[in-house]
């Protein structure tokens, strides 16, 4: 672990990389534009890549403080490993396949900080394309929600009918752009280790909504978001990558949801996932 002389930085941003070197090498050059860069601390949790991104960081970015994981450890793990170094109240979890501008990190920040009662907030964030990313801001996938989504309606996670230049408070904030306070983190527990790259979001917008705090998508600063470039680094697509997503879902529905409901409706939503998964393993052996 490579350590920065900085000893203020008004936030700590946190990213994990794994076998993205360009990509990450893209993301850094434009954090060291933004407007408060010298407030910045940035630390990289690299997760055994072996594409020479630990190289690129070493030699470009020096004062990027690097964690060198021996293996790949997940987004979970990878973000939590970074806790011990953090020296900012305020932590921003950033994806790698992100571009942020000038002002992106700088106007969330400070309207988090006159605000108390904001435990995370995120910014408009834009897919290549020029449209928003659907996935920025969701619901949580309670029984009605998730059955929407079995009948293929998806978008019922995402907010379909909310206008995205307004400001609006939100269930959760997609884990590509996630800025809150380590206080907030200790006392809630940071990110969940028992996911391994989805889930984990909802699953600390959760704990955070749960403990007091208002979770809020702020337009007015934005990135760019690349979109699946770290879930795209084994190249090919494993069987369990292609079921990774879905046994986050149930996996969250049986830790925060399933308590509150009745055993038929728990039966009839864990059903539910489960027949997803058999139509996800039967599309990918037969190719569809």
Not at 83 to 105: A, G
């Amino acid at each position: 672990m490579r350590r920065s002389q900085k000893s203020k930085q008004e936030v700590s941003v946190v990213l994990v990389s794994y076998n993205t070197k360009d990509i990450t090498d893209n993301c850094l050059a434009s954090l060291k534009k933004q407007d408060q860069d010298s407030s910045l601390q940035i630390i990289v949790s690299d997760n055994g890549s072996t594409d020479g991104s630990v190289e690129v960081i070493r030699s470009k970015y020096p004062d990027v403080e690097l964690i060198e994981n021996k293996a790949n450890l997940g987004f979970s793990k990878g973000n939590n490993k970074a806790r011990k170094y953090i020296k900012s109240e305020n932590v921003l979890f950033l994806n790698t396949d992100t571009i942020v501008d000038k002002k992106s990190i700088k106007e969330p920040l400070q309207y988090i900080k006159e605000h108390a009662e904001i435990g995370a907030i995120t910014c408009r964030v834009i897919l290549p394309n020029g449209k928003d990313d659907p996935d920025t801001i969701r619901s949580f996938p309670f029984p009605l929600i998730a059955a929407k989504h079995f009948l293929g309606l998806e978008s019922e996670f995402r907010y379909p009918n909310l206008d995205r230049s307004k400001q609006h408070e939100v269930d959760v904030i997609q884990g590509a752009f996630l800025l809150t306070r380590k206080s907030i983190l200790d006392e809630v527990g940071w990110f969940d280790e028992d996911y391994f790259l989805d889930g984990e979001d909802i699953d600390l917008c959760w704990r955070i909504k749960k403990a007091g705090f208002k979770l809020v998508y702020y337009p007015k600063s934005k990135i760019t978001h690349i979109k699946k470039a770290s879930k795209s680094a084994d190249r090919k697509k494993s069987l369990q990558s292609v079921l990774r997503g879905v046994e986050a879902m149930e996996l969250f529905y049986k830790k925060r949801l399933s308590q509150q409901y009745t055993f038929l409706t728990n039966w009839l939503v864990l059903g539910g996932i489960q027949l997803l998964k058999l139509t996800r393993i039967f599309k990918y052996y037969l190719h569809i």
